[in-house]
């Protein structure tokens, strides 16, 4: 006997809820062999964070290839004008922006700046920006885990708030997270990143679930994990090698080519590649402790030692040696924008940079017989825009370089812990 009244409606809709679920496993599982239509986006404004190399720089050349014009966003400034190069011989148009994604005073001010500078709004956003701290968690100093939660999960509260109300208000735009298959089953060993990770999906899937429940249906998301891709990130990560036969790094662009993929046809998930869907599943249907020998049997329980160990090295072995000029750029950039950032953050903006280099801070860049090195940067603008570095007490002026990523870390580490007091510039 069929109940009546609001018991009815609720039957009612219950079938028609089961009969949708039922509608759409069917329709998934064709759309694995019959892919459907791809949505054109040619005209769209994508704007792609992270686009200074890896996955960022393949996305820009890719969402070129479909006729899109990219604003280009990264802490780096030269590697993404390298990028933006890449664009144009392709006969792309491409923006590029030095923006640091987990300021987001700096993400406010330059989504502002796109606005005005193009004139009219972002209507794609890729977060793809991406960094893992590559140390054991009783080890990593806290500002890498913070940096790793800041740049992985913060930052995409700041981008989509940037740019999310002008999607809204024209009922037309798509949100990309490139998350990893790490946010949705963990290894052991990078826990600032898994953590960081499994945030993002949250974020991400949240708002998906929002942008339905508003029936904002213009508004699409896609979420991208990908396994361990080669682009450097993970190097070293090894699971077990007859089960890396099967499950071997990603090509960067066959990666980014499967995700297009997904993001053309306004796909809500994708994992990359398919296999990583089971891992996925298992933990969510197994007993812990059977993923756990899972897990020993396939090397995963201590894949990402190698890789840790490998990062050590690069850490402790100290000086790089090189005469290449670029890599002597990339080395002190990077010193840069560590500086850059907690200067930002310590409010100190109107003051001469050279003011809050310490002794100890020189003392690591005199290990750079660098010189008359100028550096230049453009979140800083005029503050550091015309910065020599020190000359250094070394007598070798071949333009050698001598700085090991330890020392890197040492002086932003400094910088972090407020070590580094004003007015004792030397520069
Ligand atoms: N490489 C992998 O194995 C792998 C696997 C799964 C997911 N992913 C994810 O894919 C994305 C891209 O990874 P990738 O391998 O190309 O990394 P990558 O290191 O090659 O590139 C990351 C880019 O992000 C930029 N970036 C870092 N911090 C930033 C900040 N604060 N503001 C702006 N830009 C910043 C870097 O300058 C760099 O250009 C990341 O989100 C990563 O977590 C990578």
């Keep these: 006997m069929r109940p009546t009244g609001g018991g ?10 089961l009969l949708d679920v039922i509608y759409f496993i069917l329709r998934n599982s064709v759309r694995v062999f019959l892919r459907p239509r791809t949505k054109p986006i040619d005209g769209e404004l994508v704007l792609i964070t992270g686009s200074g190399g890896g996955l960022g720089r393949l996305f820009a050349q890719e969402f070129t290839k479909h006729g899109a014009e990219v604003v280009l966003w990264d802490v780096n400034s030269s590697p993404n004008e390298q990028t933006a190069t890449l664009v144009r011989a392709l006969g792309g148009k491409a923006h590029t922006y030095t923006v640091d994604v987990t300021n987001r005073a700096d993400v406010y001010r330059s989504a502002e700046l796109v606005r005005k500078d193009l004139g009219r709004d972002v209507t794609m956003l890729v977060n793809n920006a991406g960094v893992v701290a590559g140390e054991r968690m009783l080890d990593c100093p ?4 913070e940096r790793t939660m800041k740049v992985n999960c913060h930052a995409l509260f700041w981008t989509v708030k940037a740019f999310l109300p002008q999607m809204k208000a024209q009922n037309h735009g798509h949100i990309v997270t490139i998350a990893s298959v790490l946010g949705l ?54 699971i077990r090698e007859e089960v890396e036969m099967l499950l071997p790094p990603l090509e960067p662009q066959y990666c980014v080519e499967q995700a297009m993929n997904a993001i053309l046809i306004d796909q809500p998930l994708v994992c990359i590649p398919r296999l990583t869907y089971l891992p996925f599943l298992s933990r969510a249907l197994l007993p812990w402790e059977s993923n756990v020998v899972t897990y020993r049997f396939m090397g995963s329980d201590k894949c990402m030692l190698p890789f840790i160990e490998s990062k050590k090295k690069q850490m ?9 000029r670029d890599h002597l750029n990339g080395a002190v950039q990077g010193l840069w924008q560590c500086a850059q950032v907690r200067l930002f953050e310590c409010r100190f903006r109107r003051l001469r940079l050279r003011h809050f280099i310490s002794q100890e ?3 690591l860049l005199c290990c750079v017989p660098l010189g008359h090195f100028l550096t230049r940067s453009h979140s800083f603008g005029s503050l550091v825009a015309h910065c020599h570095l020190y000359h250094g007490k070394s007598s070798d002026r071949r333009g050698e370089i001598r700085m090991g990523r330890a020392e890197l870390l040492m002086g932003w580490l400094a910088l972090s812990e407020g070590r580094v007091p004003a007015g004792q510039g030397m520069l």
């Design 361 to 363: 801070l020189q003392h």
């Design 8 to 17: 009815e409606v609720v039957i009612d809709e219950l079938e028609m809820m």
């Design 316 to 324: 402790a072995n100290g000086p790089v040696k090189t005469t290449n």
């Design 142 to 145: 806290d500002e890498l885990i």
């Design 185 to 238: 089953f963990s290894t052991p060993f990078v826990e600032d990143y898994c953590a960081s990770k499994f945030a993002a999906v949250g974020f991400h899937e949240s708002l998906a679930h929002e942008l339905l429940a508003e029936e904002v249906e213009g508004v699409k998301t896609t979420l991208v994990c990908p396994y361990i891709v080669d682009t450097g990130m993970f190097e070293g990560c090894k």
